[in-house]
């Protein structure tokens, strides 16, 4: 006899509150983690760019659930409402097991409907929540961070040469970006080292998180 393996989907959620910027975007992480399953292996959160006359960031997030097991979207577009509802004026798209469910004004979830699609696609984006995030962030090698999480590869700007022995500072900060379905982590050189290209001194609010 043959056992099957339970099919898994995913469910996601994609926010649009004209955050202007990252640090005003992992604040609006930090409520969705509040009320999401951030504490699951798969759950990942990532910021996007919504480009137009008043470019701004939206932020998704997504986790797996076991086929048949998937919260309701309606179900979860509620939850979020009731997290982000002191915000105001936000636009919310669920994408889920049972379909899909949104709210708030057009044009908000229009860019909500973009992040969600970027997210899903992998395309492109900055990922603020992952897989092995706090296992990285730390004094590390290239190798470690690959190892460790979900970073594909770890990338310097400006010609310098990474080995998968150099040693890189991630020390409590660590933001990937999505390019075109790999997980590149950017690094810059620092005063005694590589550092992460976007430090955490660039993100006065809700560093900590």
């Not at 982590?185 to 001194?201: C, I, K, N, T």
Request: hydrophobic share 40%.
């Amino acid at each position: 006899m043959t056992t099957r393996s339970p099919r898994a989907s995913t469910t996601c959620v994609a926010v649009d509150a004209r955050t202007s910027d990252n640090a005003s975007a992992e604040h609006l992480v930090h409520l969705l983690d509040a009320v999401l399953p951030a504490a699951e292996p798969g759950y990942v959160a990532s910021t996007h760019l919504v480009p137009g006359e008043g470019p701004h960031t939206a932020v998704a997030a997504s986790w797996p659930c076991v086929e048949g097991s998937a919260p309701a979207a309606e179900d979860v577009l509620e939850l979020v409402a009731a997290a982000v509802d002191a915000l105001g004026g936000v636009g919310i798209v669920v994408h889920g097991e049972t379909g899909t469910a949104s709210r708030g004004p057009e044009e908000l979830v229009a860019g909500a409907l973009r992040a969600g699609g970027e997210h899903r696609a992998r395309s492109t984006g900055r990922l603020a929540r992952y897989h092995g995030r706090s296992d990285v962030e730390r004094r590390t090698t290239v190798a470690e961070v690959v190892a460790l999480s979900v970073v594909d590869a770890v990338e310097a700007l400006a010609g310098t040469d990474v080995e998968p022995t150099t040693p890189v500072d991630l020390t409590g900060w660590a933001r990937p970006t999505w390019q075109h379905g790999r997980v590149v982590l950017l690094v810059q050189q620092g005063p005694a080292g590589l550092v992460p290209f976007e430090s955490r001194d660039q993100i006065p609010c809700c560093s900590h998180h």
